[in-house]
T-cell receptor, first 112, second 113 residues
């Protein structure tokens, strides 16, 4: 069965510090991969996606993600975190004809 | 701003009430979805409509009844709900079913009392 894991349930960083959120998927072939962000009381907003090609993808709000096939990973990064980045982050994957599979989420707290 | 619009944003209903959640998208997408999300959990798929036909029902209780009047609209009719049905209900759409990016609305917060 498809699965997506996010090893970190909760991460706290200081404002201005760099951020790295991990995501791993378990499939035979590379699925489509996504990162969504959910601010408190809001819906999910797409940050970026990877379908194929360049393994470093750029997203909105200064986020980028790196796909590594050898590690079945899709790591989200931001060089300098802002207080407004405090939110829940969901990694998700999808294969052709299949439903989305979401990871359990990583909650990001930002210290002033 | 999301291009998937959901109303109402908040709904409080009794266990004997009948209410509806509404969703609209104008992106020309042909697949629409209802998800349920409990606090601190990822969204759980409830229903998928593809080309206005129900294609997936994830064993959702019959007290939830989806309806897709046209390619832009998706409703979720609620009747005889239980307190444990209180959650955030998210509507989403994609260009087609499978292999495409899903875009979410802001959600409707439902409280069953």
């Amino acid at each position: 069965a498809q699965s997506v894991t996010q090893p970190d349930i909760h991460i706290t960083v200081s404002e201005g510090a760099s951020l790295e959120l991990r995501c791993n998927y378990s499939y035979g072939a590379t699925p489509y991969l996504f990162w969504y962000v959910q601010s408190p009381g809001q819906g999910l907003q797409l940050l970026l996606k990877y379908f194929s090609g360049d393994t470093l993808v750029q997203g909105i709000k200064g986020f980028e993600a790196e796909f590594k096939r050898s590690q079945s990973s899709f790591t989200l990064r931001k060089p300098s975190v802002h207080w407004s980045d405090a939110a829940e982050y969901f990694c998700a994957s999808r294969r052709d004809g299949q439903n989305f599979v979401f990871g359990p989420g990583t909650r990001l707290s930002v210290l002033p | 701003d999301t291009e998937v619009t959901q109303t109402p944003k908040h709904l409080v209903m009794g266990m004997t009430n009948k209410k509806s959640l509404k969703c609209e998208q104008h992106m020309g997408h042909r697949a629409m979805y209802w998800y349920k999300q409990k606090a601190k959990k990822p969204p759980e798929l409830m229903f998928v409509y593809s080309y206005e036909k129900l294609s997936i029902n994830e064993s959702v209780p019959s007290r939830f009844s989806p309806e897709c009047p046209n390619s832009s609209l998706l409703n979720l009719h609620l009747h005889a709900l239980q307190p444990e049905d209180s959650a955030l209900y998210l509507c989403a759409s994609s260009q087609g079913q499978g292999g495409n990016t899903i875009y979410f609305g802001e959600g409707s917060w439902l409280t069953v009392v």
